[in-house]
């Protein structure tokens, strides 16, 4: 069982920055995919970026590539997203999902967290 705790949302204008934190519990951290997806109202879940278990491979969405990194310090259990250059539409609440063994860019972790709002004012 992992359990995942995401913070570091909150309200910032647009150009601004933001850095998300998901904390994991358990001590396979290691073992696990991680991934960052984003939910705005009204619309589905998507994916924003994603980081291999060594963390010596990520991806992104062609919307923040970019702007957006993650990275991952296994030794924390943390797994992180900096956002830059953040436009409105970039206004969702934000989940940090684990994937055993590897990473995706579809929806199919096997935990996730409970999510952190993330609001960009124009």
């Known amino acids: 069982q992992v359990q995942l705790v995401e913070s570091g949302g909150g309200l910032v204008q647009a150009g601004g920055s933001l850095r998300l934190s998901c904390a994991a519990s358990?001590?396979?951290?290691?073992?696990?995919?991680m991934g960052w997806f984003r939910q705005a109202p009204g619309k589905g879940r998507e994916f924003v970026a994603a980081?291999?278990?060594?963390?010596?491979?990520?991806r992104y969405a062609d919307s923040v590539k970019g702007r957006f990194s993650i990275s991952r310090d296994n030794a924390k259990n943390t797994v992180y997203l900096q956002m830059n250059s953040l436009k409105p539409e970039d206004t969702a609440v934000y989940y940090c999902?684990?994937?055993?063994?590897?990473?995706?860019?579809?929806?199919?972790?096997?935990?996730w967290g409970q999510g952190t709002q993330v609001t960009v004012a124009s």
């Open positions: 980081i291999s278990v060594s963390g010596d491979r990520t």
């Open positions: 358990g001590r396979t951290f290691s073992s696990y995919g």
């Open positions: 999902a684990a994937k055993l063994g590897g990473y995706t860019i579809y929806d199919v972790y096997d935990y």
